[in-house]
């Protein structure tokens, strides 16, 4: 018999990401009690990876937990890009309600609408938390319209079109119901949350039943999962099955050796956990998102859907440049192999495919982000290896025709820029959908355009925007093959031999187009060193000194000026690079490169 259990309620916080989803739970910890009153507390105190921290983004989902009122509320904080999308869709799984976290000037945006038909189609009690009304140019109640539009839009049922709507500045730690209310605390969305989302119900006597929802990794116990406690009840040194509903044939009997639960920022040990908790367990090798652990006498999975499928690969290779080894610690084809499938553990969403050369992998992901997140993160590590351009990943339909993978891109730019971008997004195969007014003079387009027409973009995107520009996107699933598209109109600037720039010769090489390196720099033959103006590669010596004669001093080489170098971040470097260059990626430094070195080889293969 199902029975309901009052002190636990368990919600997810989605958003557009920048919306303040982190900084709003960062303020129910704060407002619960579960800091000390003289503990420094960092700000975002949930994203705890460096990555997260620095571009104020959150990348993997994180569980927390607080008590108000006697009641246990489990707090699930998640990724806001399209690129994690696939942490969102799983998460909700474990919850029975969501939070969705608007900024009250910038209103639903593209990923709102993504995370919020996720909600909705999983049938759950949704709050509108109207973040950030203590902005100057906030417009709450004309946000408001907008998000019951949106609501319409995705087919809400009356229930869920009857939600509540809170409003809030995390960043002050204030809640409202009405604007007219004098702001104190959070307590309005503590109640509302008490009131409005339904406590989790299940039998407590039936079998067990827990659903894996997300893994989390130590390097001491190995793989943890995460997931919530559907029916029965789970207790350390417990025999269960795991069982999957993907996988009909998967049954393994194992023994449940540690139980957590969530307290704030920490997991606490418990003997059992009943209907509606939300519980880590450690010591089952290969547990994997999607499996349900299930009592011996009773073994059926809880449905799940399956996890998004990636949509463009890169090859990751062992580095061979002159310099390899010189500043990674990790330098080997097996560390590369074992650092990937390590990440494996943590990421569903990623593929890693080994190919007939011991050398190179194969790395699927979501998207462009997706993967330099994991680059950025190796690197850091002190992995040196090289990467390939970005490619899309294809189908083939029931009658052999080619599909790609597709992204509906929504823009918002200054009016003057509109021309430039309708421009390059047609050159790289998008349709236009719709055009309208935007928010604060802006105009918003809305594109259907091949995933392969973005990679590169970006960067172009924010130089012809001059800045202003903002870009997002989300998959739309696969469409037939829409043509060739050319990418980048300039060639490269190649280093003609391997020795140390000088200004002598980056003087005479910067006529020629832009430069990335500046003097004192070593260099190596195949090396990219700058982009050309014209459209083919040239190779340039930049190590060229001046012979001095009995007149000329070489002091007079002090006169001349250089253009400071365009020094190119990782996101930047990835969309420059053609199919036939590497990126080479090491702790201290980023180099882009031919893949044949050798200019005579490489005129041959092109000559092919």
Do not use: W
């Not at 303040?20 to 739970?25: A, D, S």
């Not at 462009?368 to 970005?390: D, P, T």
């Not at 025709?401 to 309708?422: H, N, R, S």
Request: net charge negative; aromatic share 6%; with cysteine.
């Amino acid at each position: 018999m199902k029975t309901i259990r009052e002190d636990i309620r368990n919600i997810a916080i989605i958003a557009h990401v920048d919306h303040g989803k982190t900084t709003l739970v960062d303020e129910l910890l704060k407002q619960s009690g579960v800091f000390r009153e003289n503990q420094e507390v960092a700000e975002r105190v949930m994203d705890s990876n460096a990555i997260e921290r620095e571009r104020g983004i959150t990348i993997l989902s994180k569980n927390t937990a607080i008590s108000y009122k006697g009641t246990k509320i489990n707090i699930i904080d998640t990724p806001g890009h399209a690129d994690f999308g696939g942490e969102v869709e799983r998460v909700l799984k474990m919850v029975n309600g969501v939070i969705l976290v608007v900024d009250a000037f910038e209103g639903p945006m593209p990923q709102t609408k993504f995370v919020l038909r996720k909600a909705l189609e999983l049938k759950l009690p949704v709050i509108v938390c109207i973040n950030k009304i203590d902005r100057p140019e906030a417009r709450p109640d004309e946000v408001i319209d907008e998000v019951l539009e949106l609501f319409m839009d995705l087919d809400a049922s009356d229930e869920q079109l009857d939600c509540p709507f809170v409003y809030a500045s995390a960043k002050s730690g204030v809640a409202l119901l009405d604007l007219s209310d004098d702001p104190k605390n959070m307590i309005p969305l503590f109640d509302t949350i008490l009131d409005y989302i339904p406590a989790p119900e299940g039998d407590p006597d039936a079998g067990t039943q827990v659903l894996i929802s997300t893994i989390d990794y130590n390097e001491y116990v190995g793989r943890i999962g995460v997931g919530k406690v559907d029916n029965g009840t789970i207790c350390v040194n417990q025999d269960v099955v795991v069982v999957n509903h993907h996988d009909p044939d998967k049954q393994r009997k194992v023994k449940i050796s540690k139980l957590y639960e969530f307290d704030g920022l920490n997991k606490v040990e418990v003997k059992e956990a009943g209907i509606g908790s939300i519980v880590a367990i450690s010591g089952i090798a290969d547990i994997s998102i999607g499996d349900t652990l299930c009592s011996l006498e009773n073994p059926v999975p809880i449905p799940f859907q399956k996890i998004s499928e990636p949509t463009i690969a890169m090859q990751f290779v062992v580095n061979d440049s002159p310099f390899a080894g010189q500043e990674g610690k990790f330098v080997t084809s097996r560390h590369l192999r074992e650092r990937l499938f390590r990440e494996l553990n943590t990421d569903v969403s990623l593929r890693v495919e080994e190919s007939d050369n011991t050398d190179s992998f194969k790395v699927s992901g979501r998207g462009e982000l997706h993967l330099s997140v994991l680059i950025e993160n190796m690197r850091r590590e002190g992995y040196e290896f090289a990467v390939s351009k970005a490619e899309v990943l294809y189908k083939k339909d029931e009658n052999g025709k080619l599909l790609e993978p597709m992204e509906l891109a929504y823009i918002d730019v200054p009016e003057e820029f509109t021309g430039t971008v309708i421009d390059k997004l047609s050159q790289r195969k998008g349709e236009l959908r719709n055009m309208g007014m935007s928010n604060g003079g802006y105009t918003r387009l809305e594109f259907s355009i091949p995933s392969r027409g973005l990679i590169g973009y970006r960067g172009e995107f924010l130089t012809d925007t001059k800045g202003n520009g903002i870009l997002n996107t989300s998959f739309d699933g696969y469409a037939p093959y829409k043509g060739d598209i050319s990418y980048r109109k300039q060639g490269s600037l190649i280093a003609f031999e391997t020795g140390e720039s000088v200004t002598y010769g980056l003087f005479s090489a910067q006529d020629r187009g832009t430069l990335f390196i500046g003097p004192g720099e070593k260099v190596y033959s195949g090396m990219v060193v700058g982009q050309n103006a014209k459209t083919d590669d040239i190779e340039i010596n930049v190590c060229k000194t001046k012979h001095l004669t009995n007149t000329r001093s070489s002091s007079a080489d002090e006169a001349l000026k250089l253009t400071p170098p365009r020094i190119l971040s990782l996101e930047e470097a990835l969309d420059f690079i053609e199919t036939d260059e590497l990126l080479e990626v090491t702790p201290k430094s980023l180099r882009i490169r031919k893949k044949i070195l050798d200019p005579k080889m490489r005129k041959r293969s092109q000559n092919k």
